[in-house]
């Protein structure tokens, strides 16, 4: 479930990843901390809000020879489906593998909601059990999350 969370970050520092993107999502680290930073338009962005239930899904797919990993949220409010969230990790950049390892270890999860054009930002945290599943996808594509955690 989101629950409203004060993150101690500038909004500057989140906008720098979003400069020439009108909706999109990274995750970035900063104070040891990894946080899923979205960048949503005004329609969307009202969608967030408390108790909605988050549901993480690893997708392992091949695109051409390259193999990514695609991380979404789907949020719902009972049971009614909100909005979501979606991310491609390239298999072959091991920092962003290593931020999404790190974002999927951590009990509570922190997640940024920024309206560009309305320079509005809304943090959350909600409680994150997935990194059994995203073990299986890295183990799909042959990845060992052992190695990587071993390295954070």
Same mark, same amino acid.
């Given at each position: 479930m &989101?629950?409203k969370?004060s993150?101690?970050?500038?909004?500057s520092?989140i906008?720098?990843?979003?400069?020439?993107i009108?909706?999109?999502?990274? +995750?970035i680290?900063?104070?040891?901390?990894?946080?899923l930073?979205?960048c949503?338009?005004? #329609?969307?962005?009202q969608?967030?809000?408390e *108790?909605?239930?988050?549901?993480?899904?690893?997708?392992p797919?091949?695109?051409? #020879?390259?193999?990514? +990993?695609?991380f979404?949220i789907k949020?719902?409010k009972?049971?009614?489906?909100i909005?979501?969230?979606?991310?491609?990790?390239?298999?072959?950049?091991?920092?962003? +593998?290593r931020?999404?390892?790190?974002?999927?270890?951590?009990?509570?999860s922190?997640? &940024? +909601?920024l309206?560009?054009e309305?320079?509005? &930002?809304?943090?959350?945290q909600?409680?994150n059990n997935?990194i059994? #599943? &995203? *073990?299986l996808?890295?183990?799909?594509?042959?990845i060992?999350?052992?190695d990587i955690?071993?390295?954070?």
């Amino acid at each position: 479930m &989101l629950k409203k969370a004060s993150i101690n970050t500038s909004k500057s520092a989140i906008l720098r990843n979003f400069d020439f993107i009108k909706e999109g999502s990274i +995750i970035i680290e900063f104070e040891k901390k990894a946080y899923l930073a979205v960048c949503k338009e005004r #329609d969307s962005f009202q969608n967030f809000s408390e *108790n909605l239930e988050p549901v993480i899904i690893f997708n392992p797919i091949m695109h051409g #020879d390259f193999p990514i +990993i695609e991380f979404n949220i789907k949020f719902y409010k009972k049971s009614v489906y909100i909005d979501e969230i979606s991310t491609l990790i390239s298999t072959s950049n091991r920092e962003e +593998i290593r931020s999404l390892v790190r974002f999927s270890s951590e009990s509570w999860s922190n997640l &940024l +909601i920024l309206a560009k054009e309305e320079n509005e &930002l809304k943090s959350f945290q909600f409680e994150n059990n997935s990194i059994g #599943d &995203l *073990n299986l996808c890295l183990r799909e594509l042959q990845i060992d999350i052992e190695d990587i955690m071993k390295n954070t």
